[in-house]
């Protein structure tokens, strides 16, 4: 159960593993190929292994620093791209409900609409002024009130945690209301 859980919570490594090990199979494929013609004595195929390794000592000389600098940003990103694939949580956007005889897994929307939905009956105002965002500890309500009509934010408050204790998602977000200062006229 804890294996199926972690992975419908975590997002995958796979496609970065995967590209990476591309990366590293078709370099040391290309190195080993441009050896073997030297060995043999036969015409590179691209690059002569002396010729690219007396480029890579003598750099930068004879190279422009345009080029460079782009060769140098581009391995930056890539290894920023692995470097946080692998340090990073990888959470994705759900939570866990738990019940006696299962865990249930529901995405961070399907929350986001219960909590909307309570909150609007909450405010008594339509479905187009109320916006919710579940992040993996937050939940922040948005309401755009009708002009004219006060809306009490701590009863919109206490029915948004009423919804989350009913739900009881793991972890369990803190709800905040943020009511604008603009309203809408008519309901």
């Given amino acids: 159960m804890e294996r199926i859980i972690k992975r419908e919570t975590r997002s995958s490594r796979a496609v970065p593993a995967v590209i990476a090990a591309v990366l590293v199979i078709a370099l040391c494929g290309f190195a080993l190929l441009e050896t073997a013609l030297r060995a043999f004595g036969q ?3 691209l690059v002569d292994p002396e010729a690219a390794m007396t480029l890579i000592v003598g750099l930068p ?3 422009r620093p345009v080029l460079l600098g782009v060769l140098g940003a581009v391995l930056v990103m890539a290894g920023l791209y692995f470097f946080l694939n ?3 949580p990888g959470r994705r956007a759900r939570h866990l409900l738990w019940d006696r005889r299962a865990a249930v897994v529901v995405d961070d929307e399907v929350i986001a609409s219960a909590l909307a939905r309570r909150a609007r009956l909450a405010a008594n105002v339509g479905p187009e002024q109320v916006m919710v965002v579940v992040s993996r500890n937050r939940v922040l309500v948005n309401v755009r009130p009708t ?4 809306l009490r934010s701590d009863a919109m408050l206490a029915a948004v945690n009423d919804e989350l204790r009913a739900m009881g998602p793991s972890p369990m977000p803190e709800a905040r209301i943020n009511v604008t200062p603009e309203g809408v006229i008519g309901a």
């Fill in 147 to 150: 002009s004219g009509v006060p």
């Fill in 86 to 88: 692998a340090v990073l």
């Fill in 61 to 63: 000389g004879g190279v």
């Fill in 43 to 45: 015409p590179p195929w």
